[in-house]
T-cell receptor, first 113, second 115 residues
Framework: DAGVIQSPRHEVTEMGQEVTLRCKPISGHNSLFWYRQTMMRGLELLIYFNNNVPIDDSGMPEDRFSAKMPNASFSTLKIQPSEPRDSAVYFC???????????FGSGTRLTVV | AQTVTQSQPEMSVQEAETVTLSCTYDTSENNYYLFWYKQPPSRQMILVIRQEAYKQQNATENRFSVNFQKAAKSFSLKISDSQLGDTAMYFCAFTATNSGYALNFGKGTSLLVTP
């Protein structure tokens, strides 16, 4: 298994531009999570899906952020318009069940200038 | 709210020595799971060890073991025979059975293993 696959690994964009982060979870994992990591705030849960359905999006910072999971093998996190304070590492993770914890992707480092 | 506290922002240990990282958590739940994740400079998050709250036996994974004290809500990680490759950020994490799948992380402990 290739693990959780995220793309791109790095993204540099100008303020105001749309950014789309992509994630392919591990096959058979029915839960998918998006996290954001910053020095100031640590690891924050943004949203999670169970069986492709968004369960809790209370961590999404504002309406500029949106996430979709059109099928079991793909999810996107979109920021529109992007702002410098969105600069962070964004992780996607998937899980087959609560006990097993999460398997994380390698993250996308987003820099908004 | 469920919180996870790691009181040691930074620690250092010499190669081959043993080090213990502390973690406490706050919850009113009775069924929950605890984890330690390692994040080396490559930034990959790696699951180190996991513990079910209803199991009294402490989990072990090779050189990694935990000291789980449910009454004290404490979940420390012991690394034996430390290796240079253990240098990383270590995050304690918690999820409760009745609180959905949210995995709450502590702020992390930066561990440096020196030769």
């Amino acid at each position: 298994d290739a693990g959780v696959i995220q793309s791109p690994r790095h993204e540099v964009t100008e303020m105001g531009q749309e950014v789309t982060l992509r994630c392919k979870p591990i096959s058979g994992h029915n839960s998918l999570f998006w996290y954001r990591q910053t020095m100031m705030r640590g690891l924050e849960l943004l949203i999670y899906f169970n069986n492709n359905v968004p369960i809790d999006d209370s961590g999404m910072p504002e309406d500029r952020f949106s996430a979709k999971m059109p099928n079991a093998s793909f999810s996107t996190l979109k920021i529109q318009p992007s702002e410098p304070r969105d600069s962070a590492v964004y992780f996607c993770a998937s899980s087959p069940g609560q006990f097993y914890g999460y398997t994380f992707g390698s993250g996308t480092r987003l820099t908004v200038v | 709210a469920q919180t996870v506290t790691q009181s040691q922002p930074e620690m250092s240990v010499q190669e081959a020595e043993t080090v213990t990282l502390s973690c406490t958590y706050d919850t009113s739940e009775n069924n929950y799971y605890l984890f330690w994740y390692k994040q080396p400079p490559s930034r990959q998050m790696i699951l180190v060890i996991r513990q079910e709250a209803y199991k009294q036996q402490n989990a072990t994974e090779n050189r990694f073991s935990v000291n789980f004290q449910k009454a004290a809500k404490s979940f420390s990680l012991k690394i034996s025979d430390s290796q240079l490759g253990d240098t990383a950020m270590y995050f304690c994490a918690f999820t409760a059975t009745n609180s959905g799948y949210a995995l709450n992380f502590g702020k992390g402990t930066s561990l440096l293993v020196t030769p």
